[in-house]
């Protein structure tokens, strides 16, 4: 993929109207505030905005940790499936490959500590999923005058890929979660693996700032200003720290590594830093009022 169309890939994907999360997600910041967390140490702006980045940074900084591997996972497991032979050898990379996605699904339902966090990640990673289906296959009148390309080919293959996944959704063999649909959406769109791990934080920190204005914390402005000015570097910082982190799991055997690949669950796995941040997502549903489902 050239360099325009993938810019022109990471305009589409960062459109507010997609199932980002932010109208129905907060992240455990509505929580948070109201357990009276949300303190700013000086009065005005400058206060909430600061209060505001602490949240944010505690937030980028976990689910990087804990969300980028299965991106990671995901994406190379599409990416794999894509890359086949597009003989009989398709049917079987197909199937290995949502026995991968199966994996990884199960692992993060496993390390999501909390049922609000699940819930939010599911309803989330569905929607991607009926997102490439409705908004991003070829149309139908297009299918007709478009040759039997390459790219045509790969096209089709992944959206026979992603049709069977979210069958296998609907009849609960797998949860769908957030993570792996989003590995599994940008692969099947040929976005890089980079580029899929720097927007998918940018995603989940465009979406606090988003929650920060819905629940009055911050204004449109001055969210703005924390998108452009203090977001690129904390966002760059954690997909830098965390672009290597894998969840144990080869994508060839789907089975944890062995040793002799030197793979460390501590150091190379996923992990949930910030405590608190866990114990607060799953109070939400305790809060005698919310706007958010999570």
Aim: net charge negative; proline share 4%.
């Amino acid at each position: 993929m050239d360099d325009d169309q993938e810019a022109y890939l990471l305009l589409l994907l960062s459109d507010s109207n997609l199932p980002t999360g932010s109208f129905v997600a907060s992240a455990g910041l509505e929580s948070y505030i109201t357990h009276g967390l949300f303190s700013p140490s000086a009065r005005g702006l400058q206060g909430t905005m600061d209060a505001t980045m602490d949240f944010l940074r505690d937030s980028l900084r976990t689910y990087a940790r804990s969300a980028l591997p299965f991106v990671s996972d995901a994406h190379r497991a599409v990416e794999s499936m894509l890359a086949a032979p597009s003989n009989s050898g398709q049917d079987d990379a197909s199937s290995t490959a949502v026995a991968q996605i199966k994996a990884l699904d199960d692992l993060y339902e496993a390390m999501t500590l909390n049922h609000v966090a699940r819930r939010a990640s599911k309803s989330q990673g569905v929607a991607l999923l009926t997102l490439y289906s409705k908004g991003f296959s070829r149309p139908a009148f297009m299918q007709a005058r478009t040759p039997d390309d390459s790219d045509t080919l790969r096209q089709t293959q992944a959206g026979l890929f992603i049709d069977r996944l979210k069958l296998e959704v609907r009849r609960e063999h797998t949860h769908g979660h957030l993570p792996t649909c989003w590995g599994i959406l940008t692969a099947a769109l040929g976005l890089s693996l980079e580029r899929s791990q720097f927007l998918h934080l940018f995603l989940h920190a465009r979406s606090l700032l988003s929650a920060s204005v819905r629940l009055n914390t911050l204004g449109p402005y001055a969210a703005q200003q924390l998108l452009l000015h203090a977001v690129r570097p904390m966002v760059e910082r954690e997909a830098t720290r965390c672009r290597d982190l894998r969840t144990g799991y080869d994508v060839s055997t789907i089975s944890p590594r062995s040793s002799n690949q030197e793979f460390d669950e501590t150091t190379h796995g996923p992990a949930v830093t910030w405590p608190l941040g866990e114990i607060l997502a799953a109070r939400h549903d305790l809060q005698h009022s919310r706007i958010f489902n999570s």
